[in-house]
């Protein structure tokens, strides 16, 4: 009577973790993905002759505490290797002035970084206050909640300059305004990463490594060991329930996992149609602005001159700059477009974009970085079936108002995705948790309807938990 | 070729308000509507024998500068009467105290009644500084969009119970949360009703007028009118563009009038898809939420107090009460469950829902309410093809990060609904202004297109707006 066991919708890194824990544990999954490719928000462009050669035109990074990823990508034979950071960062002040530094954050004057470090510190106090399991439960949580961040930042910080770089910072991390985001959504993404230097730093955080061949493998390798049991090209609209099953597009299953973000999840319809909070959660997280611009040179020059690629520019547009060279690939240099500027860029001819990119560059790194030999980018929210990156936030007031409603299954739909993560959300790690912990859901759910010895699933929930 | 010239997506007020405007400038219109109604949000079901006895599930007032829905009852020879409002009015503080009153506010204690009076002026000469054709172009506008409500109400109210009174009337007006507004959107929703008090008053205000017979007979007799040219049950889930015109549905067009809520226009499937910030803007207006309770009485016993019928109930969950009764028709008493109340009551049993309601009105009027002939109830949220109450609201970094978008055709696909007016946003006055602006908008773009005269259908477009 059923097409499969289990139906899951969307093959980026969550749907997939989902699927192979439940093809794992001997159940018939099938995965419906509405795009062409596997991945989701990953994408690995090659550049070169050789297949490790690639641009990143989505989620890159992985950093030494994202277990789940670093875990995954063992299992997969997939290396790593650091983000290049040798040699002096840059920073351009609001003037156009540039200054070399090392580390996170630039060296400010004094009372500067007094503000900075005392804003930096309030702020970590406030982190260790927050369960990332759930944040609405907070000692003053809608206090926390009721605040933007660009309120907290007004608050907190004094000078100017300490006001932009924490600007820079949510930028960077969100790909939305300050404004955009509470001040409890800030704290519990912290929390949720272990710590606030874990999101921004390089080295010892999110952005201290990268893999070997880029991150679309680890999905593309997932799906090879997957075989026909995932489908490309198959966007599922519909979702319908009964008292025996569910029915995604046109496959009849005993169990839905959608591992989309839920700005697009409330774009399915669902008959019966989904609880009201339930589908005024997806009005309230709205996906964050990026647009992703590489230029591949001849040669890593900016090296040469002693610098590392690293930059961060007030000016902008591409305010936070990074050198993208794989090893053994061709040299490059990326920028992030986030927030307002991703927005108001968004609608330019892609010429006007390229040229107030590469001009960055070369106030950054000299008239070489007008020449790349390739320019490629990636505007996420220009993706039906992902309009945003990197995740979807939360602004004042969503998560005490919703985040309860966040993991809870309806009936015989659960939710996967790096949006329901509670560690790394928002990042690949957090994807593959989410898969995980859906895969356990359905397991513990489904245990006596699959016909299993009693406690066989729950012990194999329990089992993908574990790893 | 084309089915018609102009296809309009929904059937409420704007929607059909455009079609009549099109039609009678001589344009072959069709008005795809997904329910089995006319109306969207406004919803009249009888209660007694007459037909115009009826409870408003839906939208329900109108105000004296609500010149566009007035005009349009007049046009259709539906009469207004007042809301009741003889008695005195209702205050139940936190602590279950009852207290009489006249007008729009209790009368509290003098250090409380100073400290909401300085509140209320503040928010008055913020509100004088917005053009609400362009809030984002107010000086500090984007200092205005960064706080969200709530966090100007606490930096505002120093006395508790003025911060409550402050966050009953953001519940009353966005039947959301003050976390979940922004400061700049209270201010332009504000300056799109002509002012503060415009919003809370019944008497000169918001809540003045009631329609003879019901709300939705607007629509209903507007698609009288239309005959053939409304269908229902037909939702819309695609609309595909190309050279020569739009295909919504399967009904192909020369234009269409998307005049649904922006949260549900995002769900509709483009092709091309909308270029990223126009998708990112329909996940940034999120609905209210709502649930209208109204129970019918053999008798308006409370009149027999003294009592108006009004009443504000700080605990609760009935917090904003009115006499309902139509005249001649069955007496009744209309609670709202806003904001919190309805996400968290959204989801219990209907009985123990109805049960708090009644409780609440036989805290405020005695024994007699918990014995009503009739109960009716409705969720907005729960409602697929409309998903919340009243309007969509725009928290913090929405309206300068993405206001700019909101009317802005994409080709030759016109955006009406209420969230679109510039007079009267979220109410039904603001769906009929946004409707003939749309109308009016395509007159102009396809003028030449449909064959007329140079200049004939720009005057007819004027035309339009000039009514």
């Given at each position: 009577m059923?097409?499969c066991d289990?139906?899951v919708?969307?093959?980026?890194?969550?749907?997939?973790?989902a699927?192979?824990?439940?093809s794992?544990a001997g159940?018939?999954?099938?995965?419906l993905?509405?795009?062409?490719r596997?991945?989701?928000?990953t994408l690995?462009?090659p550049?070169?002759?050789?297949?490790e050669?690639?641009?990143?035109?989505?989620?890159q990074?992985v950093?030494?505490?994202?277990h789940?990823?670093?875990?995954?990508?063992?299992?997969?034979?997939?290396?790593?290797?650091?983000?290049?950071?040798?040699?002096k960062?840059?920073?351009?002040?609001?003037?156009?002035k540039?200054?070399?530094y090392?580390?996170?954050?630039?060296?400010?004057?004094?009372?500067?970084?007094?503000?900075?470090?005392?804003?930096?510190?309030?702020?970590?106090?406030?982190?260790k206050?927050i369960d990332?399991?759930?944040?609405?439960?907070?000692?003053h949580?809608?206090r926390?909640?009721?605040?933007?961040?660009?309120?907290?930042?007004?608050?907190?910080?004094?000078?100017q300059?300490?006001?932009?770089a924490?600007?820079?910072?949510?930028r960077a991390?969100?790909s939305?305004?300050?404004?955009?985001?509470?001040?409890?959504?800030?704290l519990f993404?912290?929390?949720?990463?272990?710590?606030?230097d874990?999101?921004?730093?390089t080295?010892?955080?999110?952005?201290?490594?990268r893999?070997?061949?880029?991150?679309?493998?680890?999905?593309?390798r997932?799906?090879?060991?997957?075989?026909d049991?995932?489908?490309?090209?198959?966007?599922?609209?519909?979702?319908?329930s009964?008292?025996?099953?569910?029915?995604?597009?046109?496959?009849?299953?005993?169990?839905?996992?959608?591992?989309?973000?839920?700005?697009l999840?409330?774009?399915?319809?669902?008959?019966?149609?989904?609880p009201?909070?339930?589908?005024?959660?997806?009005?309230?997280?709205?996906?964050?602005?990026?647009?992703?611009?590489?230029?591949?040179?001849?040669?890593?020059f900016?090296?040469?001159?002693g610098?590392?690629?690293?930059?961060?520019?007030?000016?902008?547009?591409?305010?936070?700059?990074?050198d993208?060279t794989?090893?053994k690939?061709?040299?490059?240099?990326i920028?992030f477009?986030?927030?307002?500027?991703?927005?108001?860029?968004?609608?330019v001819?892609?010429g006007e974009?390229r040229?107030a990119?590469?001009?960055?560059?070369?106030?950054?790194?000299g008239?070489?970085?007008?020449?790349?030999v390739?320019?490629?980018?990636?505007?996420?929210?220009a993706e039906?079936?992902s309009r945003?990156c990197?995740a979807g936030?939360?602004?004042?007031?969503?998560?005490?108002?919703?985040?309860?409603?966040?993991?809870e299954p309806?009936?015989?739909?659960?939710?996967?995705?790096?949006?329901?993560a509670?560690r790394?959300?928002?990042?690949?790690?957090g994807?593959?948790?989410?898969?995980?912990?859906?895969a356990?859901?359905?397991l513990?759910?489904?245990?006596?309807?699959?016909?299993?010895?009693?406690?066989?699933?729950?012990?194999a929930?329990?089992?993908i938990?574990?790893?």
């Amino acid at each position: 009577m059923d097409d499969c066991d289990v139906v899951v919708v969307g093959a980026g890194l969550a749907g997939l973790t989902a699927a192979r824990e439940l093809s794992g544990a001997g159940l018939d999954v099938l995965v419906l993905e509405a795009r062409d490719r596997v991945g989701g928000r990953t994408l690995s462009q090659p550049v070169g002759d050789r297949a490790e050669d690639v641009v990143e035109l989505g989620g890159q990074w992985v950093g030494p505490t994202q277990h789940e990823i670093l875990s995954l990508a063992q299992d997969l034979g997939i290396e790593t290797y650091p983000t290049h950071a040798t040699g002096k960062n840059l920073f351009e002040d609001g003037g156009g002035k540039l200054k070399r530094y090392t580390g996170t954050i630039p060296m400010l004057a004094p009372h500067v970084m007094v503000d900075y470090g005392q804003a930096d510190l309030r702020l970590k106090r406030l982190i260790k206050r927050i369960d990332p399991e759930a944040p609405w439960d907070a000692e003053h949580a809608e206090r926390l909640d009721e605040r933007s961040f660009a309120t907290w930042i007004r608050r907190t910080a004094k000078t100017q300059t300490a006001r932009e770089a924490l600007t820079t910072a949510i930028r960077a991390v969100f790909s939305v305004e300050p404004a955009d985001v509470s001040l409890l959504h800030v704290l519990f993404y912290a929390a949720a990463a272990g710590g606030w230097d874990d999101l921004l730093d390089t080295e010892g955080g999110a952005q201290q490594d990268r893999l070997a061949g880029g991150t679309q493998q680890l999905s593309v390798r997932i799906a090879e060991e997957l075989g026909d049991r995932v489908e490309l090209s198959a966007p599922v609209r519909s979702i319908r329930s009964d008292g025996d099953g569910v029915v995604a597009g046109e496959i009849r299953a005993r169990r839905v996992i959608v591992a989309v973000p839920p700005a697009l999840a409330g774009r399915i319809e669902y008959d019966p149609p989904l609880p009201g909070p339930r589908d005024q959660l997806t009005q309230r997280m709205p996906m964050g602005s990026v647009i992703k611009c590489m230029a591949v040179y001849e040669e890593p020059f900016w090296r040469e001159d002693g610098l590392s690629g690293q930059a961060i520019s007030l000016p902008g547009p591409a305010q936070v700059v990074f050198d993208n060279t794989p090893p053994k690939g061709s040299p490059g240099l990326i920028a992030f477009l986030e927030g307002k500027d991703a927005r108001e860029l968004a609608v330019v001819p892609e010429g006007e974009r390229r040229d107030a990119v590469l001009r960055g560059f070369q106030r950054l790194f000299g008239r070489r970085a007008a020449h790349p030999v390739h320019y490629v980018e990636k505007d996420w929210s220009a993706e039906p079936y992902s309009r945003g990156c990197y995740a979807g936030v939360l602004g004042p007031g969503a998560w005490t108002g919703y985040g309860r409603l966040l993991r809870e299954p309806i009936g015989r739909i659960h939710w996967a995705g790096t949006e329901t993560a509670t560690r790394w959300m928002g990042y690949m790690d957090g994807a593959i948790q989410s898969g995980k912990r859906a895969a356990a859901e359905v397991l513990r759910s489904e245990g006596a309807a699959f016909g299993d010895a009693p406690g066989a699933r729950a012990a194999a929930a329990a089992r993908i938990l574990r790893r």
